[in-house]
């Protein structure tokens, strides 16, 4: 590495063009793109480059009304347990040829263009830095939807990570039919999973959806039917718009939904750039609050072993931004950023995951209103499959019928159904 060919004005101007980039992608400036990582999540230093969430198990208990001199009851403990890793580093560089390094020659030479010259010469740095920012923000929204930040060759040119935030299955649930279907009830939906945290304590105020969902949500007959019951109208074909949806919803349910319409750019090894979405199309995920966790990040080897010849910046106390030059194989003028940085969820006990896609149908093939029913491709006996579902304490007619009874295995939530198929498999198979 050597100094950059451009060194007065990279000393002059590196430090003015990285506090611009600081504050005008932070969203100062309405053109730029918008990060909910940065509105969602707080920057946190880690000393050691490792990352945790903290799950406690609990319930809010009330206290006893206790005589005077009365010894007080001994309540029971939370628990507590953690998911932890360690901080992954994110990075990447692009640079000027020698085309482009005569041009900016040329430009400087002719005088009066400093302000071009300057514009062309910090170009790569501006998309370093987004770069990183992009990236962050594909990682927030992929663990928010699934639960899980998942780096595969698919949408990274690197090594593959993976960080599981270890969202409680019970708290993971399937649509009772799926919301592409046009007899879906999406608002039954919610109102279980509304129900499942009310019994665990939790009051959820948000729930997150890609934009394509949202617009069957809003298209679904059961929605336009409460809709119209809401606002008292006769017309129940009309598809309300989001505002209205969302006032329907805060006066039903105390809920709003926040639409998810976000793609992130990948460059392949290949060099061929990809838009990827890094919401889970099917997921709805509910919130108590839009404070979902921590941005963890640590200081890079780098900040304490400096290169000679490489000028640096540091931006939002996380990205190290670097100019430098080489001369083999060619001439290059480069821009880098690199950052010990990941998102974290936080308080994950209390987030909530629906998947609208994931629900068994109906056999096509099965005959209603007889013994058997077909469940995960294996014909079963009802009347054994009935009960197994009481035993896990689920209230269920004995004459129930199969469309009734899929909806209620779909309605289990991934804890409960993962229980319930260990059982179904051990049910002799007609």
């Not at 990183?132 to 663990?143: D, G, H, I, K, P």
């Not at 099917?282 to 921590?294: E, W």
């Not at 009802?382 to 209620?408: F, T």
Request: net charge negative; aromatic share 8%; with cysteine.
């Amino acid at each position: 590495m050597q100094e950059t060919r451009f060194l007065d004005i990279v000393k002059e101007w590196f430090g003015k063009i990285a506090k611009a980039l600081e504050n005008k992608v932070n969203g100062k400036k309405g053109e730029e793109p918008k990060y909910l990582f940065k509105e969602w999540l707080k920057p946190t230093f880690s000393v050691d480059l490792k990352w945790s969430t903290i799950r406690g198990k609990y319930k809010r208990v009330m206290a006893d009304v206790v005589s005077m001199d009365s010894a007080l009851p001994l309540k029971k403990r939370a628990s507590v347990e953690t998911a932890d890793g360690n901080v992954p580093k994110l990075g990447m560089e692009k640079y000027l040829g020698e085309k482009d390094l005569s041009d900016l020659d040329i430009m400087e030479n002719k005088g009066g263009l400093e302000s071009e010259v300057v514009k062309k010469l910090f170009a790569d740095t501006k998309a370093c830095v987004i770069g990183v920012y992009e990236r962050l923000e594909f990682m927030t929204l992929q663990a928010l939807s699934t639960g899980v930040t998942s780096i595969t060759d698919e949408n990274n040119n690197g090594i593959g990570v993976r960080l599981d935030y270890e969202i409680p299955k019970g708290n993971i649930f399937g649509a009772s039919k799926k919301w592409s279907e046009a007899d879906a009830k999406p608002l039954d939906d919610i109102e279980k999973v509304l129900d499942k945290a009310t019994e665990q304590g939790d009051s959820p105020k948000f729930i997150l959806m890609g934009k394509t969902l949202a617009r069957k949500f809003r298209q679904n007959e059961q929605v336009k039917s409460g809709y119209a019951t809401y606002i008292d109208a006769i017309n129940t074909n009309q598809r309300p718009t989001l505002q209205k949806v969302n006032e329907f919803l805060e006066a039903e349910y105390g809920i709003t939904i926040i639409v998810i319409d976000r793609t992130c750019i990948i460059e392949n090894a290949n060099g061929k750039q990809v838009a990827v979405n890094p919401w889970k199309e099917d997921a709805v995920t509910f919130l108590n609050s839009l404070n979902v966790g921590d941005l963890v990040y640590g200081s890079l080897a780098e900040e304490r072993h400096s290169v000679t010849g490489v000028e640096y910046q540091k931006i939002d106390n996380y990205i190290l931004v670097s100019k430098y030059s080489v001369n083999r194989p060619a001439l290059r003028e480069y821009s880098s950023s690199q950052a010990n940085v990941c998102p974290v969820l936080n308080d994950v006990d209390s987030i909530y995951i629906l998947n609208t896609d994931d629900a068994i149908e109906v056999d096509k093939t099965e005959v209603e209103n007889d013994d058997t029913i077909t469940i995960y491709d294996a014909k079963k006996t009802k009347s054994e499959v009935i009960g197994v579902l009481k035993a896990m304490g689920v209230s269920i007619r004995v004459d129930v019928s199969d469309k009734k009874l899929i909806e209620i295995v779909n309605d289990l939530s991934d804890e409960d159904e993962a229980t319930f198929k260990v059982e179904f498999d051990k049910l002799t198979t007609v």
